[in-house]
């Protein structure tokens, strides 16, 4: 790994409004590009905003109109953005995924492989762990409730990621009741 520098965002994305967070996702990506800042990591799903129930109708096909843009804004400053859209699929749930755009301007992704269980009824899971190449760095992608399962970490070390990416989000206006929480 050559020296890199990273951004790590956190922001509240508003459920529904894409152009409202578009506007504040790109304030943080011509920041983090004055900054020289190698790879900058939004929260998960921060295009369309977190909320299992409603996400779902703001689905997006990668790539598509906000992917297209953040990959032009990846070009345009030469970074790398990571960041979370709701993906449409073929089946009738959306994926959560986290759009990987490069300076070249293509766009790879990442879609969330172990759901949180409030999730499931909502969304379809992801089935690989792919690693990130770029000059500087390889890295992974494990969202919010991956982190439960350390064997995900250890699947994309072995393919060689340096480093792990942990975006994460939470609807802070809505109570989740956790089986670990129940009693």
Known sequence: MQKLSVALVQMESAVGDIEKNLLKIKKHVEHAAREKIDIICFPELSVTGYSPEKSPCYAEDIPGPSSSILSRWAHEL??????????????????????????????????????????????????????????????????????????????????????????????????????????
């Open 78 to 183: 030469q970074t790398i953005i990571l960041v979370g859209i709701c993906e449409q699929s073929e089946n009738e749930k959306p994926f959560i995924t986290q759009a990987v755009c490069m300076p070249n301007g293509n766009i790879q992704k990442y879609r969330k492989t172990h759901l949180a269980p409030h999730e499931v009824s909502f969304f379809s899971t992801g089935r690989d762990f792919p690693v990130f190449q770029t000059p500087k760095v390889k890295f992974g992608i494990e969202i919010c409730w991956e982190l439960h399962f350390p064997e995900i970490t250890s699947i994309l070390s072995l393919q060689g990621a340096e480093i792990v990416f942990c975006p994460y989000a939470e609807n802070v206006n809505q109570k989740v009741s956790h089986p670990a929480h129940q009693k």
